[in-house]
């Protein structure tokens, strides 16, 4: 259906209009009631920019007491003149049948009567071409608007503005990307305003298509967001994809600011309302820099950003960035004496929120930053992602993707004494908390963390202490929060690729310690049964990376020479025949203590036989490592307390089983 609201005005209509506002001055002081004017003041400025209602307004305006009407003329009347002359501008008729091709040039676009604005591809670095409009004066070329945000085209795509008056582009192999709307034959010609709006016309002027009613992240005076419109955040500022943030102006009144559920495009959590649920109508971004919130009678329900601005200086915009703070900037035309002191940049006059990072409290997602990480405002006033000591982020080019410790995480088999604290004051994550606890001191709430392998964080704040687990959200580091954040990260900070087999070097090193003080037969039998421990330990858990290695390789050859005294005692000849006599050696092993013949293991071995207590205890610990359930086989911090005689070992159960697990690994 057309839109009158984007109607450009016939020049009897200008010319009235420039009549109007003479005669405006003259009858300030007469009139009627205020909400009619309001109400025709609103018809004028979103409803039809024609002269029927310009001259209503005159007549509904004289009533008003002189104050009133000066104020209410420059703020209503003054911008929706503006207005009338941004639509009454010339513009470059594009006919129908006309296209563009996605080069490496300057014939990619179409260009407004001033040049100000430009319609057709920008190349996004090397990652292809965006169909957009943009700002065509300013090195930036900072795009408002675009059609294929989530799908960049190749060199050589068109788009063809149809003679049935679609839009319509084409990747380089003619599949269809996107397209502006159904046919209809009433466009005659399509335009690039010297506003930024992008329209397909007809010869009468009215609009059936335009880029204003369907806009991507910003917003551009003399725009309106109509109910069900909405601005969708890019994903990162040199990423035009959709992003997490949503801006939108709801069907039942209501302006709203949301967190996505990313990647998909649905509401998680209203960061910011104005409440307007029932009342709200429209988004106004006038000409003069003012934002604000009508109702359906014009009645302004609220403002937005007041920062009134001339707009033959600078170029505006209201953009909601990818950080999730919308904001009102400005960037002037020229640096000349009329704009004053200004950089030839994009300057931000306000922003909300004005702390993102302290504004989202979601129960789900991740919040202003990713998993793990925390926000906090920098100099500049925008917000920061960092991740703590202990953590690097997963990838440094797109920091939203979160941190990932550096660090092996707490296993429940861990000692607390492994642990220490990386302190972050004022900081938190406070949807992250899984347990609580009230009139506390700092110390009881560090133990606290430290003894629960579960705990990877815990805050104190004001007697009060926070368990938390991975991943962490909402992560916040404000002056406002107060507190410590305690996050506990691993004393030797080893790293995940090489952690497990240190681990088990570092444990067999150990073990052989404690074994070598016996007879060289029963350490050779320890030895050979624990090797057969880590075989089946392997078969059944699959190593985590390729740097995973097998046991053999985590003893030095210097450990081994003296393990073995020299290797004087031949087993076999290369790892096959090594494996046989370890299998035959553990069915001989298995079948003595079944017998309870023990003693003929050491019938040679005058050491071991007086003290065949040690004996046993060895081969039962031996006989518990092999088991053929790994949820049955001690851990080897247990295996070292029950060898150093600090736990007890109980009778093993049946291992005969684990011979046939060995062979077939």
Request: proline share 3%.
């Amino acid at each position: 259906m057309a839109s009158t609201r984007g109607q450009l005005l016939s020049q009897m209509e200008f010319s009235g209009i420039i009549a109007t506002q003479k005669v405006t001055m003259q009858v300030l002081a007469n009139g009627t009631r205020l909400g009619q004017l309001y109400l025709v003041s609103w018809k004028i400025f979103v409803l039809g920019s024609t002269l029927t209602n310009a001259v209503e307004l005159v007549v509904q305006i004289s009533s008003l007491p002189m104050a009133s009407s000066i104020k209410l003329f420059y703020f209503f009347l003054l911008p929706m003149l503006l207005s009338f002359s941004a639509k009454a501008q010339t513009h470059k008729n594009i006919t129908l049948a006309s296209s563009l091709s996605a080069q490496h040039n300057d014939d990619s676009s179409w260009v407004s009567p001033s040049g100000e604005f430009a319609f057709g591809f920008q190349q996004i670095e090397n990652d292809g071409f965006l169909l957009a409009i943009w700002f065509n004066k300013i090195s930036e070329k900072t795009v408002v608007w675009s059609a294929n945000r989530n799908d960049l085209v190749q060199k050589g795509s068109k788009l063809d503005l149809t003679t049935d008056g679609q839009l319509v582009l084409y990747d380089p192999h003619h599949a269809q990307i996107w397209s502006s709307l159904a046919a209809d034959s009433e466009v005659s010609y399509a335009a690039m305003l010297d506003t930024g709006n992008f329209v397909l016309a007809t010869n009468d002027s009215v609009n059936v298509w335009e880029s204003f009613d369907q806009p991507t992240d910003t917003l551009l005076p003399t725009q309106i967001m109509n109910e069900g419109s909405e601005l969708l955040a890019r994903y990162l500022d040199t990423n035009y994809s959709s992003g997490r943030f949503q801006f939108q102006m709801q069907t039942d009144g209501n302006l709203v600011m949301y967190t996505n559920n990313y990647p998909q495009d649905t509401n998680n959590f209203a960061y910011v309302a104005w409440n307007s649920l029932g009342v709200g109508y429209q988004l106004i971004f006038n000409q003069s820099g003012y934002v604000y919130l009508v109702e359906k009678n014009g009645t302004i329900f609220s403002t937005i950003f007041s920062d009134a601005t001339s707009s033959e200086d600078f170029y505006q915009r209201v953009t909601l960035d990818s950080d999730g703070v919308l904001r009102h900037y400005l960037y002037p035309k020229s640096n000349g004496a009329s704009t004053g002191v200004w950089n030839m940049s994009w300057t931000t006059l306000s922003g909300i929120p004005e702390n993102i990072c302290t504004q989202i409290t979601a129960d789900t997602g991740s919040g202003a930053c990713g998993y793990n990480s925390y926000c906090m405002i920098g100099d500049d006033q925008r917000p920061k992602c960092l991740c703590p000591n202990g953590y690097n982020f997963m990838d440094p080019k797109d920091v939203r993707k979160g941190c990932i410790p550096n660090f092996v995480q707490q296993s429940c088999e861990d000692e607390s004494g492994d642990f220490e604290y990386n302190v972050l004051t004022n900081a938190d994550w406070p949807s992250s908390s899984y347990a609580e606890f009230d009139q506390v001191s700092e110390d009881w709430c560090r133990m606290a963390c430290l003894t629960d392998c579960f705990c990877a964080v815990v805050i104190f704040n004001d007697g009060k202490c926070q368990k938390k687990k991975l991943p962490l959200s909402n992560g916040r580091m404000d002056s406002s929060t107060g507190g410590k954040a305690l996050l506990k990260v691993r004393k030797d900070n080893f790293t995940s690729s090489s952690s497990s087999s240190n681990k088990d070097h570092s444990t067999l090193i150990l073990v052989g310690s404690v074994i070598l003080g016996s007879s060289g037969f029963v350490n050779v039998l320890f030895l050979v049964l624990t090797t057969i421990y880590f075989l089946r330990r392997q078969k059944a858990v699959k190593p985590q990376n390729a740097m995973a290695t097998s046991l053999v390789q985590n003893f030095s050859y210097s450990q081994l020479d003296k393990a073995t005294e020299g290797f004087k005692e031949e087993l076999g000849c290369g790892a096959s025949a090594m494996g046989e006599n370890e299998m035959v050696l553990a069915d001989w092993v298995c079948d003595c203590y079944k017998d309870c013949s023990l003693d003929l293991l050491v019938k040679n071995d005058e050491q071991a036989k007086d003290d065949m207590n040690r004996v046993k205890k060895f081969v039962m610990i031996a006989l518990w490592c092999i088991q053929e359930d790994p949820s049955l086989r001690p851990t080897m911090k247990k295996v070292t307390q029950m060898m150093e005689g600090s736990v007890d070992v109980p009778p093993p159960p049946d291992p005969c089983s684990f011979i046939s697990s060995i062979g077939t690994s």
